[in-house]
């Protein structure tokens, strides 16, 4: 999954203050990319009224976003590799611990419920809730539902899914379609009457912005690089967030070129955007959709299972993007891609409608309202 800015880390987040009057106590199991960890921490903003403790892993991204907010517990666990060795039976040993540490974790904080974004996390969470006969609550935000999410989504008691294309995929799940959550900041900052008043966008230029992220943002940055000369003499503005791991970030420099790393305002930035050139995180295409941003989409070939281009296909088949394989693209081809769509614009505002179709502005408080359902079963 794309990485987010960590300035998110400084966001306020609904801690629940102490209070006499018993309330509903509930784990998330979330951990390791932003794409697990946002949509868990945007759920826990909609349940302030809930005790909610955290499991993660040591040394991953929870332990900077979450133990401001909620108390954090740690397991050590890690997914398994496709080769069998000796290195094999260490992470079934530490699974097996793992399984029994959370049951136990569950049973003296006398949790009613377990909440998790899926990942490698999720097992032993799953696992050991459910040997306590309590609920479990997944959410799967990709297409192509993860490894984990196959396995043990019969275990769990719902599963909350991002797109409707995920349930074919989970045939014996209770799957229920609610979107991929994102923050409430985000959707607050759509309301500002100006989008992005440190960056120094004239206001009537078209914009694109490029969002590579971290993982795997070279290619596309060296894409966008060779191409973006054409855009500068058609006049077109380039804000290009390439990541904290892009050797060459310096090598092209111009008056209409803004480069950051990051940017701490997506949904500015994203609304202003007349175009988006951009990875397929389930999180990325959540912002584009609020946005009604129209977007190239240059899927991330490595991500696990290729799951980024059954996301891409998603918003390709609504309208709302275009999709090129990473493989198949070239500068040229980007730059005039690029140049047409920006030549043409009802098909951009065709793409803008068909992208807000795909939104789910409450999927938070859709998915909030689902652990409650099954939290109140319980007591």
């Known amino acids: 999954m794309e990485r987010q800015p960590l300035a998110t880390a400084s966001e306020p987040i609904p801690n629940p203050a102490s209070t006499n009057a018993i309330r509903p106590k509930l784990l998330i199991a979330a951990s390791g990319t932003g794409g697990h960890l946002f949509p868990a921490l945007a759920t826990a903003e909609q349940l302030s009224d809930y005790e909610i403790e955290w499991l993660g892993v040591p040394d991953r991204l929870e332990t900077q976003l979450v133990p401001d907010h909620f108390p954090l517990r740690t397991i050590s666990v890690s997914g398994f590799q496709t080769k069998f060795g000796l290195g094999t039976f260490k992470v079934l040993g530490r699974f097996v611990a793992s399984i029994f540490k959370v049951r136990q974790l569950l049973q003296k904080g006398q949790f009613q419920a377990v909440f998790t974004t899926g990942g490698y996390i999720a097992a032993p969470a799953v696992i050991a809730?459910?040997?306590l006969g309590l609920p479990v609550i997944l959410h799967e935000s990709n297409?192509?539902?993860?490894?984990v999410t196959r396995w043990l989504s019969p275990w769990c008691t719902a599963v909350a899914i991002g797109f409707a294309?995920?349930?074919?995929?989970?045939?014996?799940?209770?799957t229920v379609c609610v979107g991929t959550p994102v923050r409430s900041q985000f959707r607050s900052a759509l309301a500002a009457t100006t989008p992005l008043p440190d960056l120094p966008i004239p206001e009537a230029v078209p914009l694109i912005?490029?969002?590579?992220g971290s993982q795997g943002a070279v290619a596309v940055n060296q894409l966008?690089?060779?191409?973006?000369?054409?855009w500068f003499k058609a006049g077109i503005w380039v804000v290009h967030l390439t990541g904290d791991s892009d050797p060459d970030v310096k090598t092209l420099i111009h008056p209409q070129y803004v480069v950051l790393p990051f940017y701490h305002n997506m949904a500015g930035l994203l609304k202003r955007a007349t175009l988006v050139i951009s990875r397929a995180g389930a999180g990325t295409l959540t912002e584009l959709a609020i946005t009604r941003s129209p977007a190239i989409l240059i899927p991330y070939p490595f991500a696990a299972e290729d799951h980024q281009t059954f996301n891409a296909k998603v918003f390709e088949a609504g309208g709302a993007a275009l999709l090129y394989p990473q493989s198949t693209l070239t500068p040229d081809r980007l730059q005039q891609e690029v140049l047409d769509l920006l030549a043409s614009p009802d098909r951009l505002g065709q793409m803008a409608n068909a992208a807000s179709q795909l939104a789910v502005e409450n999927s938070a408080e859709q998915l909030a309202a689902l652990i409650r359902q099954y939290v109140a079963m319980q007591r």
């Open 209 to 212: 912005v490029v969002v590579g």
């Open 129 to 131: 809730a459910r040997s």
């Open 165 to 174: 294309e995920a349930k074919q995929y989970l045939p014996k799940a209770k």
């Open 143 to 147: 297409a192509l539902p993860g490894k």
């Open 224 to 230: 966008v690089r060779q191409a973006a000369l054409a």
